[in-house]
Protein backbone atom coordinates (compact mmCIF):
# COMPACT_ATOMS: atom_id res chain seq x y z
CA UNK A 1 0.00 0.00 0.00
CA UNK A 2 1.40 3.68 -1.09
CA UNK A 3 1.83 6.21 1.58
CA UNK A 4 -0.87 8.24 0.34
CA UNK A 5 -3.18 5.07 0.91
CA UNK A 6 -1.69 4.55 4.09
CA UNK A 7 -2.66 8.34 4.77
CA UNK A 8 -6.30 7.84 3.52
CA UNK A 9 -6.75 4.69 6.06
CA UNK A 10 -5.11 6.55 9.32
CA UNK A 11 -6.79 10.19 8.33
CA UNK A 12 -9.76 9.31 11.39
CA UNK A 13 -6.80 8.45 13.80
CA UNK A 14 -5.65 10.72 15.34
CA UNK A 15 -2.46 9.18 17.80
CA UNK A 16 -0.96 7.56 14.13
CA UNK A 17 0.52 9.93 11.86
CA UNK A 18 1.85 8.52 8.62
CA UNK A 19 5.48 9.57 7.19
CA UNK A 20 7.28 8.29 3.95
CA UNK A 21 10.94 8.10 4.62
CA UNK A 22 13.98 6.22 3.67
CA UNK A 23 16.49 4.18 6.03
CA UNK A 24 18.23 6.99 6.22
CA UNK A 25 15.71 9.69 7.17
CA UNK A 26 14.33 6.98 10.23
CA UNK A 27 18.05 7.08 11.49
CA UNK A 28 18.55 10.50 11.62
CA UNK A 29 15.04 11.09 13.21
CA UNK A 30 14.71 10.19 16.52
CA UNK A 31 10.78 10.89 16.41
CA UNK A 32 9.87 7.68 14.44
CA UNK A 33 9.20 4.92 16.78
CA UNK A 34 7.91 2.54 14.37
CA UNK A 35 8.80 1.22 10.58
CA UNK A 36 6.32 0.40 7.94
CA UNK A 37 8.38 -2.37 5.65
CA UNK A 38 7.40 -3.94 2.77
CA UNK A 39 8.76 -7.06 0.86
CA UNK A 40 8.03 -5.57 -2.21
CA UNK A 41 11.46 -4.24 -2.28
CA UNK A 42 12.83 -7.72 -3.11
CA UNK A 43 16.21 -8.44 -2.59
CA UNK A 44 16.49 -5.23 -1.29
CA UNK A 45 14.28 -5.53 1.73
CA UNK A 46 16.77 -7.73 3.92
CA UNK A 47 19.10 -5.45 3.30
CA UNK A 48 17.94 -2.32 4.44
CA UNK A 49 16.13 -3.76 7.09
CA UNK A 50 19.22 -5.16 8.78
CA UNK A 51 20.32 -1.20 8.17
CA UNK A 52 18.05 -0.17 9.86
CA UNK A 53 18.38 -2.51 12.59
CA UNK A 54 22.05 -1.67 13.18
CA UNK A 55 21.71 1.60 13.09
CA UNK A 56 18.41 2.65 15.05
CA UNK A 57 18.27 -1.00 17.19
CA UNK A 58 15.46 0.26 18.89
CA UNK A 59 13.04 1.20 16.38
CA UNK A 60 10.16 -1.09 16.40
CA UNK A 61 9.42 -2.41 12.52
CA UNK A 62 6.46 -3.92 11.04
CA UNK A 63 6.59 -5.82 7.68
CA UNK A 64 3.68 -6.04 5.14
CA UNK A 65 3.69 -8.91 2.55
CA UNK A 66 2.23 -11.90 1.28
CA UNK A 67 0.84 -13.54 3.80
CA UNK A 68 1.01 -16.99 1.99
CA UNK A 69 3.83 -18.17 3.11
CA UNK A 70 4.77 -18.95 6.23
CA UNK A 71 8.85 -18.70 5.99
CA UNK A 72 8.77 -15.55 4.66
CA UNK A 73 6.39 -13.98 7.80
CA UNK A 74 9.45 -15.96 9.76
CA UNK A 75 12.25 -14.79 8.22
CA UNK A 76 11.07 -11.31 9.11
CA UNK A 77 10.31 -12.28 12.56
CA UNK A 78 13.89 -14.22 13.11
CA UNK A 79 15.50 -10.62 11.14
CA UNK A 80 13.77 -8.57 14.01
CA UNK A 81 10.67 -7.12 13.15
CA UNK A 82 8.09 -7.03 15.61
CA UNK A 83 5.20 -7.89 13.62
CA UNK A 84 4.29 -9.17 9.97
CA UNK A 85 1.10 -7.92 8.16
CA UNK A 86 -0.17 -9.52 5.09
CA UNK A 87 -1.10 -7.02 2.46
CA UNK A 88 -4.86 -8.59 1.91
CA UNK A 89 -5.47 -7.89 5.77
CA UNK A 90 -8.09 -5.62 6.64
CA UNK A 91 -7.02 -1.79 7.24
CA UNK A 92 -8.40 -2.61 10.99
CA UNK A 93 -5.85 -5.43 11.26
CA UNK A 94 -3.02 -2.87 10.18
CA UNK A 95 -4.24 -0.36 12.50
CA UNK A 96 -4.23 -3.01 15.72
CA UNK A 97 -0.82 -4.63 14.80
CA UNK A 98 0.21 -1.25 14.85
CA UNK A 99 -0.68 -0.29 17.83
CA UNK A 100 0.24 -3.31 19.77
CA UNK A 101 3.54 -3.20 18.74
CA UNK A 102 4.23 0.38 19.32
CA UNK A 103 2.83 -1.10 22.94
CA UNK A 104 5.29 -2.73 23.08
CA UNK A 105 4.13 -6.25 22.38
CA UNK A 106 4.40 -8.50 18.89
CA UNK A 107 1.83 -9.03 16.14
CA UNK A 108 2.25 -12.54 13.86
CA UNK A 109 -0.87 -13.94 12.03
CA UNK A 110 -2.16 -16.44 14.09
CA UNK A 111 -1.56 -19.90 11.94
CA UNK A 112 2.42 -18.69 12.04
CA UNK A 113 2.72 -18.32 16.11
CA UNK A 114 2.96 -22.17 16.61
CA UNK A 115 5.31 -22.95 13.54
CA UNK A 116 7.46 -20.00 15.07
CA UNK A 117 7.48 -21.80 18.44
CA UNK A 118 8.13 -25.03 17.25
CA UNK A 119 11.00 -24.26 15.35
CA UNK A 120 12.53 -21.71 17.86
CA UNK A 121 12.14 -23.62 21.70
CA UNK A 122 13.72 -26.49 22.15
CA UNK A 123 11.47 -29.43 23.59
CA UNK A 124 12.83 -29.96 27.39
CA UNK A 125 14.24 -33.10 28.25
CA UNK A 126 11.37 -34.93 30.93
CA UNK A 127 13.70 -35.06 33.34
CA UNK A 128 14.80 -31.53 33.22
CA UNK A 129 13.93 -29.41 35.99
CA UNK A 130 12.66 -25.70 34.71
CA UNK A 131 14.81 -23.02 34.19
CA UNK A 132 15.29 -20.97 37.15
CA UNK A 133 15.75 -17.05 36.84
CA UNK A 134 17.41 -14.70 39.23
CA UNK A 135 15.35 -11.74 39.92
CA UNK A 136 17.47 -9.38 37.96
CA UNK A 137 16.77 -11.54 34.57
CA UNK A 138 12.90 -11.51 35.26
CA UNK A 139 13.85 -7.69 35.13
CA UNK A 140 15.82 -7.80 31.79
CA UNK A 141 12.97 -10.20 30.29
CA UNK A 142 10.12 -8.09 31.38
CA UNK A 143 12.01 -5.40 29.33
CA UNK A 144 12.84 -7.59 26.38
CA UNK A 145 9.41 -8.59 26.20
CA UNK A 146 8.28 -4.82 26.49
CA UNK A 147 10.26 -3.97 23.34
CA UNK A 148 12.95 -2.25 24.83
CA UNK A 149 16.58 -2.52 23.40
CA UNK A 150 19.79 -3.32 25.50
CA UNK A 151 20.85 0.29 25.61
CA UNK A 152 17.33 1.01 26.99
CA UNK A 153 17.35 -1.74 29.44
CA UNK A 154 20.61 -0.52 30.91
CA UNK A 155 19.00 3.05 31.20
CA UNK A 156 15.60 1.78 33.24
CA UNK A 157 18.03 -0.45 35.22
CA UNK A 158 20.54 1.39 35.99
CA UNK A 159 23.65 -0.97 34.50
CA UNK A 160 26.04 -0.53 32.03
CA UNK A 161 24.91 -2.12 28.46
CA UNK A 162 27.45 -4.62 28.56
CA UNK A 163 25.88 -6.29 31.90
CA UNK A 164 22.12 -6.67 29.98
CA UNK A 165 23.60 -8.31 26.90
CA UNK A 166 25.48 -11.12 29.47
CA UNK A 167 22.14 -11.30 31.06
CA UNK A 168 20.01 -11.78 27.45
CA UNK A 169 22.78 -14.54 26.79
CA UNK A 170 22.20 -16.45 30.12
CA UNK A 171 18.36 -16.09 29.47
CA UNK A 172 18.78 -17.37 25.49
CA UNK A 173 20.94 -19.86 27.33
CA UNK A 174 18.30 -21.28 29.95
CA UNK A 175 15.46 -20.93 27.47
CA UNK A 176 17.14 -22.38 24.50
CA UNK A 177 15.75 -19.95 22.14
CA UNK A 178 17.91 -18.51 19.36
CA UNK A 179 16.57 -14.65 19.86
CA UNK A 180 15.09 -12.16 21.09
CA UNK A 181 11.46 -12.35 19.62
CA UNK A 182 11.67 -16.21 20.31
CA UNK A 183 12.76 -15.59 23.91
CA UNK A 184 9.77 -13.19 23.72
CA UNK A 185 7.05 -14.81 22.07
CA UNK A 186 8.13 -18.09 24.92
CA UNK A 187 8.28 -15.98 27.77
CA UNK A 188 4.66 -15.03 27.33
CA UNK A 189 3.35 -18.54 25.99
CA UNK A 190 5.07 -20.33 28.81
CA UNK A 191 4.13 -17.75 31.52
CA UNK A 192 7.87 -16.76 32.66
CA UNK A 193 7.36 -13.29 33.99
CA UNK A 194 5.48 -14.99 36.64
CA UNK A 195 8.20 -16.68 37.70
CA UNK A 196 8.78 -16.55 41.49
CA UNK A 197 12.20 -17.40 42.61
Known amino acids: MRTVGLQ ?6 P ?19 LVLMTTDRGTSFSAAMSALKALRP ?33 SEILKKAIREVH ?12 TFIERSTVRPHP ?10 QIEVLRLIVSGCSNREIARDLGIIEQTVKWHVAQLLRKIGVPNRT ?9 SLLGQRQ
Do not use: C, M
Open 15 to 33: DIEIRAGTVESVVNSRHQE
Open 127 to 136: NRRAPKFSPR
Open 58 to 90: GVRIIVTGPGKRDDDILRAIHAGAKGYVPHEAP
Open 182 to 190: ALSIHALTR
Open 103 to 114: AGSVWIPRHVVA
Open 8 to 13: AVFAGE
